[in-house]
């Protein structure tokens, strides 16, 4: 979800296994730095670390995370 002051980034994964994701956010620096750190809204992920616009994140199998940014 995307507005011009704030973006949420939500992760899927519906494997039986835990699953690695990486992709680039520069495209919405604007919402969340590229520096930042981003929380699991609910609570149940580990924060991630975007570093130069990119997130890199292991997702546990048949989870979700809500990822906001801490700024």
């Known amino acids: 979800r995307l507005t011009d002051k704030a973006a ?3 992760i899927f994964n519906n ?3 835990p699953a ?4 680039d956010i520069t495209f919405i620096n ?6 930042a750190t981003l ?7 580990a924060d991630i670390k975007v570093n130069d616009g990119k997130v890199k ?4 199998a ?5 990822y906001v940014s801490t700024k």
Do not use: C, H, W, Y
Not at 20 to 23: H, R
Not at 30 to 35: A, F, G, L, M, S
Not at 39 to 45: E, P
Not at 57 to 60: N, T
């Open 39 to 45: 929380r699991d809204a609910l609570g149940n992920l």
């Open 8 to 10: 949420v980034i939500v």
């Open 62 to 66: 048949r989870s979700a995370g809500i």
């Open 20 to 23: 690695e994701v990486s992709f």
């Open 15 to 17: 494997d039986t296994k």
């Open 57 to 60: 994140a292991m997702i546990p």
């Open 30 to 35: 604007k919402q969340i730095p590229i520096e």
